[in-house]
């Protein structure tokens, strides 16, 4: 969402005045992409981590900017509920030893915030949903208390003119309403970026589509809500739902959600950010003091931060980045399918698995999003969700197939030859890949270690709420240790 906000009160004039600077943004935006005026390096990724802070007993602490004024190290920040922080981990190519590098960075900051987290008897647990969580504890009061956060949840709650309804039925039903989007917090991802030539944006954020309900079902994570088992990546149902700011009548007219899968393949980067300013109004008209034209028509790079403020209000699960690092502009595809967790490691795995499968995709003579419906790619993505490494899935010349067979049989190969191209040390792209493969022949990720070990605690007599306590508290002794997910005992 980028900084905090000056103000958080918007009159209409701000309104309309930003609608039109917007669209002179995106007018500069095409001038830029015609003139070939962007970085065309490939490789450069980055990784954003989001944790919970929790107490003894593995419920949520909600002292977030506290915390971080203690701790004092600027890769951290606050997130949206005030038990949620944010690891940015600083980018760097992947080549040679670079997933080597990336797991001593995040965990030494990991360590670091452990310790002086421990000195107010707080832990970190990074799982894509806390299982501790209570609806009756998402209220108002748990967003993070900034400008940026209250102005976010005023404007969302403006607009969607009534209570914010959750109806999820998986395994077990939730029903839950609120006032506030609260609730959101209760999402805890890991996401990834990618920076790719402009020319090859669009193969790149197709591919990334194509992959998503591969990615879903392996790095499944989520699988309990407010006490309800429900999907296996509970978090993208619950994201669409409890930031939805359409009221009933424009959900029956089909007007597009914020939180988005999408409804087509592109061409280019500018069909994304074209359907941000067509089909989704403002949420957060803050004006800055660029006028984007005059800076291109003076041979500098504009910032289009309007633009960029706009697209950070709509949460498609692949999104487009634009950003400008010394003095050019660049592209990136931010990755935002996978829940934060359960290792590490098995994010490490995660990662090279995307980054791998993606790159080999975007560079196919024939591409796979040619032959795949996207229809069919947003329905094998929600089955993912829901079902897990249990889900079945559409694929190009496979039909309907299992996806831990699509992982083994196509994807893996896949990945392995886009971590060669990135230039990838052998080893690490052996041991990181060879989790993603265990993990398929065993059938086990974070979310059937959580719902098996809470089906243990229960048999043993327990209450839902005791079991989820003592899976959870068990869950972060074990994610101490680094080891994959696939190799816990239960």
């Known amino acids: 969402m980028g900084k905090d906000l000056v103000h958080g009160v918007f009159s209409p004039q701000d309104r309309i005045e930003y609608r039109e600077k917007v669209r002179q943004c995106l007018d500069v935006l095409g001038r830029l992409l015609d003139h070939g005026s962007f970085d065309d390096g490939t490789g450069m990724t980055g990784l954003e981590l989001e944790i919970n802070l929790v107490d003894a007993e593995a419920g949520p602490v909600m002292r977030n900017v506290e915390f971080l004024g203690e701790l004092a190290d600027p890769r951290f920040q606050a997130e949206l509920g005030r038990f949620n922080i944010e690891l940015n981990v600083p980018p760097r190519a992947i080549s040679g030893e670079g997933f080597d590098a990336y797991e001593k960075e995040i965990l030494e900051a990991l360590r670091a915030a452990e310790e002086c987290a421990g000195k107010s008897e707080t832990r970190l647990a990074m799982v894509g949903m806390l299982p501790t969580l209570a609806a009756e504890r998402m209220t108002p009061d748990t967003l993070t208390d900034n400008e940026r956060f209250r102005a976010l949840n005023t404007e969302i709650v403006r607009a969607r ?26 999402c805890t991802s890991a996401q990834f970026h990618l ?80 359907e ?59 990755n935002r399918v996978l829940p934060s967790g359960p290792t590490v490691t098995d994010l490490l795995a995660n990662a090279a698995f995307y980054f791998g499968v993606v790159r080999r995709l975007a560079e196919q003579e024939r591409p796979v999003w040619s032959r795949l419906d996207f229809g069919a790619a947003a329905e094998s993505f929600r089955d993912a969700a829901r079902f897990g490494l249990d889900a079945t899935v559409r694929w190009p010349g496979l039909g309907e197939v299992p996806v831990t067979e699509l992982i083994l049989s196509t994807l893996l190969p896949k990945a392995h030859a886009g971590l060669d191209a990135f230039g990838v040390d052998p080893a690490q792209r052996d041991r990181l890949l060879g989790i993603i493969e265990d ?17 243990a605690a229960e048999r043993t007599g327990q209450d839902r709420t005791t079991a989820l306590r003592t899976m959870t508290t068990q869950y972060l002794e074990l994610q101490h240790s680094n080891e994959p997910v696939h190799t816990w005992p239960l």
């Open 439 to 455: 993990r398929c022949r065993t059938g086990r990720n974070g979310a059937t270690w959580q719902t098996e070990t809470v089906r």
């Open 195 to 274: 920076q790719v030539p402009a020319g090859s944006f669009a193969r790149y954020w197709n591919a990334s589509q194509a992959l998503a309900a591969a990615q879903v079902a392996l790095g499944a994570n989520s699988p309990f809500l407010f006490g309800r088992r429900l999907w296996a990546e509970t978090r993208i149902a619950h994201f669409e739902q409890a930031t939805d700011v359409r009221p009933d009548e424009f959900i029956a007219q089909g007007v597009r959600p914020r939180v988005w899968f999408g409804e087509r393949w592109i061409t280019s980067v500018f069909d994304l950010y074209e």
């Open 161 to 186: 003119g009534d209570e914010f309804r959750l109806d999820i039925r998986g395994v077990e039903r939730l029903l839950s309403a609120n006032p506030s989007i609260a609730p959101e917090a209760a």
């Open 276 to 334: 941000n300013v067509r089909f989704f109004p403002p949420l957060l008209p803050f004006l800055g003091d660029e006028d984007p034209a005059a800076v291109w028509s003076a041979g500098e790079v504009p910032r289009l931060r309007e633009l960029c403020m706009h697209n950070g209000t709509i949460y498609r699960w692949n999104r487009p980045v634009y950003d400008v690092l010394d003095g050019r502009p660049h592209l990136r595809v931010e």
